[in-house]
Structures are given as C-alpha cells and as structure tokens.
C-alpha cells in the first residue's frame, strides 16, 4: 500500500473502518501526537497491531500538539509526522484531528479495539465509553522504558546548550 493512500480524511476513515469490519476484519484505533518518531512508539505500534487484522492512528493536527504541549510544539508539521506514520508497514491509515482529544472521531469510527500506553487509566482514554459501549474492547499497553518525544528534546537541548558553553 502506498504511503499517500494511508493518509485519509475523515470520512475515508471512516469508509475504510467500515469496510474492513464489514470483511470481517478487526479494527484498532489509536492517537497520539507521534511528533518525534522513535523506537518507543514504533515498539508501541506494532503491539498495537499485533491485537488485530488493521490499524488505524488519530493524529494531532499541529494545532492540536500545540494547545496540549505548548506553543514550541510541534517539533515536525502535521503532514510529516502523518507521512512518517504511514510509512510504517504495521500502520494501515492514518487520519488526522483538531480537536483536543479524538473522543468524536473514535465516536464517529467505532473501533474494534482502542489502545493506549499503560500511562493511562482506561476511564482516561478519550472514546473508550463509545467503544464500550458499541461492543469493543478497550486496552492499555506498556511502554518501552525511557523513551519520549519530551526527553529526546531535552536531551538535544542539553546538548546544544553544553556545545555553546
């Protein structure tokens, strides 16, 4: 699958969900910022993927990262950490959001599973009472130790800040 036909509207999102749960496949949902790709996530979605037959990821729009990290997020602009995510052969679409959480596009996409780190109490994930209640499951995973967007950022701002010294 080519990486351009991975990135999809909402409503090809929600064709593409449909389609794959009316073929009998199970679908899992999840979202995020992704915007320094690095082996936790990558760890991460592959687990992710491994609970069913597609995978689908909610994006923050760069306006999105912006009001929940900050006004010097994102580091990457939405169409590349969006192209970074379709690249990615567990990743089957990738769609993006606006809205401060993905609670009405999961609403709208009623995935078979919705998955989120272990840093998440279940009763935290934005969407999980729809998915529950449409029948879905909803889980948490663990996540690989020590890697984040936020320390890979300090540590390169260390770095520079010791260059400069």
């Given amino acids: 699958m080519a990486v351009s036909s991975k990135l999809l509207s909402r409503t090809e999102a929600l064709d593409k969900v449909r389609a794959w749960q009316?073929?009998?496949?199970?679908?899992?949902?999840?979202?995020g910022c992704f915007d320094i790709l690095h082996a936790g996530h990558v760890e991460y979605l592959a687990a992710a993927?491994?609970?069913?037959?597609?995978?689908?990821?909610?994006?923050?729009?760069?306006?999105?990262?912006?009001?929940?990290?900050g006004?010097?997020?994102?580091?990457?602009?939405?169409?590349?950490?969006?192209?970074?995510?379709?690249?990615?052969?567990?990743v089957d679409g990738v769609t993006l959001f606006n809205e401060d959480t993905p609670e009405e596009l999961i609403g709208?996409?009623?995935?078979?599973?919705l998955v989120k780190g272990a840093d998440w109490a279940v009763e935290q994930i934005a969407g999980a009472k729809a998915v529950l209640e449409g029948g879905g499951s909803v889980l948490t995973l663990a996540l690989l130790e020590g890697r984040s967007t936020t320390g890979i950022i300090e540590k390169i701002i260390q770095l520079h800040t010791q260059h400069n010294q």
């Fill in 71 to 90: 006004p010097d997020r994102p580091v990457c602009c939405e169409a590349d950490r969006a192209a970074v995510l379709s690249a990615l052969q567990v």
């Fill in 22 to 31: 009316a073929s009998g496949k199970k679908v899992v949902f999840s979202n």
């Fill in 108 to 113: 709208d996409l009623l995935p078979d599973i």
């Fill in 49 to 69: 993927r491994e609970l069913g037959d597609a995978l689908i990821i909610g994006l923050n729009s760069d306006a999105s990262v912006r009001r929940l990290k």
